[in-house]
């Protein structure tokens, strides 16, 4: 200290070779005499893997061609893309009919884009979920008929569900609401079963009928896997807290079936749904293939939720139960009021992981025979005259299901560091 | 808790419809009469169907002859096998994958995770890109591709890449050469075992003298020659044997020597290149939530960079790396079942066989059920006897 001498220095640039674009490539690509020689043939790699996939991809690629005779001996048959890429994204839906399909996965990715939105997470996104739903549905079946047990059957359950969840803030008001909607559920359900009511459905029917088995492509993967998530979702809620309830024999069940789900690979269980189910029913009753997919679909991702939501409900302090049990609330009030809130929100960015993973996992149900993305993809491959260029599709297939994936991860990461935002330090 | 003690001190006073232990008995019950009502119902259909279509149900069928080929298979099998023989071959298949799969998967993943740390900026990059190439799109994709690339990229057995005469690549498959069958085999078989039992002694007398003296000893290079050297030294005892059965192309395919086939390939590689994309995020989160003190102070005991990674971070990172790490070997076990996409005939696919020929779908399901959760349990207490074993001991 005693050598600096006293008054004002200028300040010094500091040295170029630390600053700048050089600085940033000399700390960060040759810091070492390793590091160097590390980058040099990872660059040499880079460069002689990157030249000859250009040179196939692009250089020498075929964009335009009759049929895939027209491409061999050059580079990628793009020209299979562009006559299939219909076939790939809609499969057999009638082909002057894919407007549909289309309008139903831009309804789909819309409620997908809107629930991504902080801002909307309250009842309108229920609402917006219902309406969405509907209107994708009634687009790709056409005609939707609901019977009335049905109507009747939703009217009991919705009510009752008020009721329960509803019961200690619901105002007296709203109360009555949802009993008088039970109310007339379950009598309209006697009345149906006993026949004083004769049967009826509600016919919606603006389009032509296409059945199930006539779907394919993006639209059945996007429904497999928003669709198993949102009904497996209440079903993992409930699993989970069966699993840390002190009942002995409810939490037997809960175990029993989660190990038992998550310890067997998802294709034994579309295996199951495919030869297995038609047995379980009554002779005569039959339920649609899509349909089985979709069960199993649910049960699967049921069990990784449940045991998700069980790592957010063990990351709550116990301090939490005892003052909800302290302020005599019951089990419902405390679970609904709040534990679940709690849980929930911790939960948020793995179940979305967990969302990615059953996007992924879909594509499975090509074994049992539907016509998910994967599989239309697969199918393209079958023409005799495009025979011979997996390649070009299944890396056309992959960018698709890239897009979609690594969107999700970036908003899964994004989304769990603002809701940590104010539990960081 | 806090209700139960309340509900057991007044009960004289509340009616039993607001005890909360009554209450709770009611509801289970109720709850396991629902469940009970519906696994009757579906099974007094499942017996209805099953008379009507007059399937015999039981596991006598396991007895009766298979009649179908089975590409690869670890023991004696041809079509006069029985089912429950063909069975047992996809099991072996399935062991085989899970754990090639595993270790090779750990190896790469634990490679690409360093990578992502490495100073180097191109190389963090390139694994991080990896990991995102691989990780967001399903394997089964990347199991077709593989297949298809390995299948239409290769020559035909006729114009296989011939190396030394001796290894064979066509779209058939890799042919080489392997010893003849000899009775040295087993005998080097048997001393590669004892070297394995004898590198895990001395390991543990290694680390009780370390902890009495100080005096390192060294570990890996003595059990690497208890392990390569028993087995050599076995084999020039028993007269070093080396006939060969050496690939020949006859008639359209080869014959001799041992095969690696395509879909075996291609589902280990697919598997290998999709999992160690998650493993390598799990380790290096795991190196990661590391304190930097922990480097810091072991390199001011002078503790060299090796040895602060051997002796004092991966100690640690195991502890936050094995639970994650137990589920993705789970994982590599369950998706080896999508051998059944590209033809490979593990476990699934010779009971899925078995099944459109006899069937016993109830019977076969089972049986994969069982397998896999034997499977499954069996890997998830070995890995909870590990991580007991390298867990903090907190005092």
């Known amino acids: ?425 | 808790m806090a209700v139960e003690a309340l509900g057991s001190q007044t009960k004289a006073k509340v009616p039993p419809w607001n005890d909360p232990v009554i209450r709770g008995w009611v509801f289970q019950i109720v709850v396991v009469a629902l469940v009970g009502l519906l696994a009757w119902f579906l099974v007094s259909n499942t017996i209805e169907n099953l008379q009507r279509q007059k399937i015999a149900s039981g596991f006598h069928y396991l007895e009766r002859e298979a009649g179908f080929e089975i590409g690869d298979t670890m023991i004696q099998y041809s079509p006069a096998s029985t089912y429950a023989r063909a069975i047992f071959v996809g099991l072996l298949n399935t062991l085989k994958v899970a754990v090639l799969g595993i270790f090779m998967a750990t190896v790469l993943g634990t490679m690409i995770g360093v990578g992502r740390l490495s100073p180097n900026w191109l190389l963090a990059k390139i694994c991080e890109a990896y990991v995102e190439m691989f990780r967001n799109v399903p394997l089964l994709l990347w199991l077709f591709l593989i297949y298809k690339l390995i299948s239409e990229a290769f020559p035909g057995p006729r114009q296989a890449i011939n190396v030394l005469n001796s290894f064979f690549l066509s779209n058939r498959g890799l042919y080489f050469p392997v010893p003849l069958a000899d009775p040295a085999y087993e005998w080097m078989g048997i001393a590669f075992l004892v070297g394995i039992v004898a590198t895990v002694f001395v390991a543990r007398w290694a680390k009780k003298r370390q902890d009495a003296t100080g005096l390192p000893f060294p570990t890996i290079k003595a059990g690497l020659g208890l392990i390569v050297g028993l087995p050599i030294l076995v084999w020039l005892a028993c007269g070093a044997p080396h006939h060969m059965s050496w690939p020949e192309l006859k008639g359209f395919n080869f014959d001799g020597g041992m095969v690696i086939q395509p879909e075996f390939t291609a589902l280990l590689v697919g598997l290998v290149l999709y999992t160690s994309a998650f493993v390598a995020e799990i380790v290096r989160s795991g190196i990661l939530a590391l304190h930097k003190g922990q480097s810091e102070a072991a390199m001011a005991i002078g503790l060299s960079r090796g040895q602060v990674m051997r002796l004092v971070l991966l100690p640690q990172a195991l502890r936050i790396i094995v639970p994650p790490m137990t589920s993705q070997y789970l994982n590599i076990t369950k998706n080896s079942s999508l051998a059944i996409a590209i033809g490979y005939p593990d476990l699934v696919a010779s009971v899925n066989v078995t099944i459109n020929q006899t069937g016993q779908a109830i019977e076969n399901i089972l049986i994969i059920m069982a397998a896999y959760l034997s499977v499954s349990l069996s890997i998830s207490a070995f890995m909870n006897w590990y991580n007991k074993r390298i867990a903090l001991r907190e005092r």
């Open chain 1, 1 to 425: 200290m005693a050598d600096v001498l006293p008054g004002e220095r200028p300040q010094l640039a500091p040295p170029v070779d630390d600053t700048g674009p050089l600085g940033w490539v000399r700390k960060n690509l040759f810091s070492s005499w390793g590091n160097g020689i590390t980058t040099v043939v990872l660059i040499v790699a880079i460069g002689w893997i990157l030249s000859g996939f250009l040179h196939w991809a692009v250089f020498t690629a075929t964009f335009d061609a009759k049929s895939g005779a027209e491409c061999r001996g050059h580079g990628a048959c793009w020209a299979l893309i562009r006559e299939k890429y219909r076939y790939i994204f809609f499969g057999s839906f009638p082909y002057e009919q894919h407007w549909r399909p289309l309008f139903a996965v831009v309804a789909m990715l819309a409620m997908l884009i809107l629930s991504s939105d902080r801002r909307m997470w309250n009842k309108r996104l229920i609402a917006i979920w219902g309406v969405g739903s509907f209107v994708a549905f009634l687009l790709m079946f056409g005609q939707i008929h609901i019977s009335l047990g049905l109507i009747l059957f939703v009217a009991l359950a919705a009510g009752g569900l008020g009721m329960i969840l509803r019961g200690a803030i619901a105002t007296p008001g709203e109360l009555n609401g949802w009993r008088a909607l039970a109310a007339v559920g379950a009598l309209g359900l006697i009345g149906r079963i006993t026949g004083v009511i004769p049967t009826w459905s509600l016919a919606i029917a603006p389009l032509s009928y296409v059945e199930t088995g006539l779907w394919g492509g993006i639209p059945v993967t996007l429904i497999l896997a928003t669709y198993g998530l949102v009904f497996a979702f209440p079903f993992g809620i409930l699993l989970a807290l069966g699993r840390r309830s002190n009942l002995p024999l409810i939490k037997g069940l809960c175990v029993g079936f989660i190990e038992l789900i998550r310890g067997v690979p998802l294709i034994s269980l579309l295996i199951m749904a495919s030869v297995m189910l038609p047995l379980f029913l009554p002779s005569g009753m039959t339920i649609d293939k899509f349909l089985r997919a979709q069960v199993a679909v649910i049960l699967f991702a049921g069990a990784y939720i449940a045991e998700i939501i069980r790592g957010g409900l063990q990351s709550l302090p116990k301090g939490q139960f005892e003052a909800a049990d302290a302020m005599g609330l019951n089990y419902v009030q405390k679970t609904t009021l709040i534990i679940l809130p709690q849980a929930l929100r911790v939960v948020i960015p793995p179940l979305i992981n967990t969302f990615i993973g059953f996007f992924k996992d879909t594509s499975l149900v090509l074994i049992i025979g539907i016509f998910d993305f994967l599989n239309t993809a697969n199918q393209a491959l079958v023409d005799p005259n495009w025979a011979g260029f997996p390649g070009e599709v299944y890396l056309f297939a992959a960018f698709i299901y890239f897009c979609f994936c690594y969107s999700m991860s970036r908003y899964s990461k994004h989304l769990e560091i603002e809701l940590n935002k104010g539990t960081r330090r």
